[in-house]
């Protein structure tokens, strides 16, 4: 390095800037872009939330683009919630070696390992929506745990603590989901009176969720309430519960602000909704992928949170 050089040479590096012979310039720290960048964006899913999270980054690379950047922003999106065919999209993007990487993690161990491959061949690597490792930068609403928690009490406090319940547990291996179903469950130790008589993975595909909600339905019938861990299972669930003619009989409490599953916290089949601000996350991580480019500072944890959604947010 050249201050370390230098210092060496001077043998003190205060001695040197005391003389004046040296002094550094932080704005030369700085890189500035002088070609067009390509950011990839490796969601779990093809899914309605990380459209969200495209309008984002969308909105973010047309920002940069008046100050005299382009960005040419690419999201490589998987059908289904597949590890294999996720993990085949991040090699093969490793390859392509463009200015950004951005994967939302579906699976922690192999993701990790070729985060890290990504990393170590010189990628500007992010990851968002659903934590992967310390080892990476991350925007995106970290405590999932507490979200699941949260949606728990909720829950709770909703029956009266006490009754049967079922869990749509979304994808087995990402970690969003599963801290949540963790947080869900941790709350429903304070109710003994509660049990959980139904758990099953609906692999982020809503037509999944409202199949396995008519069977819980079926199975149970003096079921009182569903957690669903995920964007897309609470409608599954209210869309089951609707159909069923159980609206108001039957809770529903879940994940994020879908524009049907609003309608559907206004209509009263579902009870409550956690949701993430999963636009700020595209924003951002566009916003300090071009950090990175340009040898700025950035953030190595931007917890976005979440908030909830209930009936009187309709009024």
């Known amino acids: 390095m050249i ?6 040479l001077c043998g003190l590096a205060t001695a040197c800037l005391a003389t004046g012979a040296f002094a550094q310039n932080q704005a030369d720290l700085i890189k500035p872009v002088d070609k067009e960048l390509t950011f990839v964006f490796i969601p779990k899913v093809i899914h309605p939330w990380y459209d969200v999270v495209a309008e984002g980054s969308k909105f973010a690379a047309e920002e940069i683009a008046k100050e005299g950047i382009k960005i040419n922003v690419i999201w490589d999106q998987p059908p289904q919630a597949d590890v294999a065919d996720q993990n085949q999209r991040i090699e093969a993007n490793i390859g392509k070696k463009p200015d950004g990487l951005a994967v939302a993690c579906l699976d922690q161990a ?7 491959e990504a990393k170590d061949a010189g990628l500007n690597v992010y990851t968002f929506n659903s934590f992967c490792d310390e080892k990476f930068p991350f925007v995106g609403q970290k405590n999932s745990y507490q979200d699941g928690y949260d949606l728990g009490e909720f829950l709770a406090k909703h029956l009266d603590g006490k009754g049967k319940v079922g869990i749509l547990a979304g994808s087995l291996t990402a970690t ?15 109710h003994p009176d509660m049990q959980i008589v139904f758990e099953q993975p609906d692999n982020d595909v809503l037509e999944e969720a409202v199949t396995l909600t008519e069977n819980a339905l079926q199975a149970h019938p003096d079921i009182a309430g569903f957690f669903g861990s995920n964007a897309s299972n609470p409608i599954g669930a209210a869309r089951a519960i609707k159909n069923a003619g159980l609206t108001g009989k039957v809770a529903v409490v879940g994940m994020d602000d879908l524009p049907e599953a609003v309608d559907f916290v206004c209509d009263g089949t579902i009870t409550a909704l956690k949701a993430q601000r999963q636009w700020d996350i595209g924003y951002w991580a566009v916003r300090y992928m071009l950090a990175m480019n340009q040898n700025h500072t950035y953030p190595w944890d931007h917890n976005t949170g979440s908030r909830f959604i209930t009936k009187t947010d309709c009024e």
Do not use: P
């Open 3 to 8: 201050l370390k050089s230098f210092a060496a």
């Open 110 to 116: 192999t993701n990790v390992q070729l985060l890290t």
């Open 176 to 190: 969003d989901h599963v801290e949540r179903i963790q947080g869900f469950k941790k709350a429903l130790e304070a």
